[in-house]
């Protein structure tokens, strides 16, 4: 049986943990991709939505845990990922 992970409270204790532990030992089963977004966005745009369609997007995107307009970038990027 594996480890759980810690509780870690901020990015210096993350990072003192990744760099000390052997994560092997540990239940990484609950991790989810984590994806940094490094380039600025440059251009804006306004969008008119219907309310239940915005506030299902934004239930959606707390889901996720992210903001729910970069969830929204995410689902045109996938879209047009798979054109």
């Not at 532990?21 to 940094?36: A, C, E, H, I, Q």
């Given at each position: 049986?594996?480890?759980?992970?810690?509780?870690?409270?901020?990015?210096?204790?993350?990072?003192?943990?990744?760099?000390?532990?052997d994560l092997t030992k540990?239940?990484?089963?609950?991790?989810?991709?984590?994806?940094?977004?490094?380039?600025?966005?440059?251009?804006?745009?306004?969008?008119?939505l219907p309310e239940p369609?915005?506030?299902?997007?934004?239930?959606?995107?707390?889901?996720?845990?992210?903001?729910?307009?970069?969830?929204?970038?995410?689902?045109?990027?996938?879209?047009?990922?798979?054109?």
């Amino acid at each position: 049986m594996k480890k759980k992970l810690p509780i870690l409270r901020s990015d210096a204790e993350a990072e003192a943990f990744v760099a000390n532990s052997d994560l092997t030992k540990y239940n990484l089963s609950g991790m989810v991709p984590m994806r940094f977004e490094f380039k600025p966005k440059d251009k804006s745009i306004n969008l008119r939505l219907p309310e239940p369609l915005l506030e299902a997007v934004r239930t959606r995107a707390k889901g996720a845990g992210i903001p729910y307009q970069r969830f929204i970038r995410l689902v045109l990027e996938k879209a047009l990922s798979e054109a």
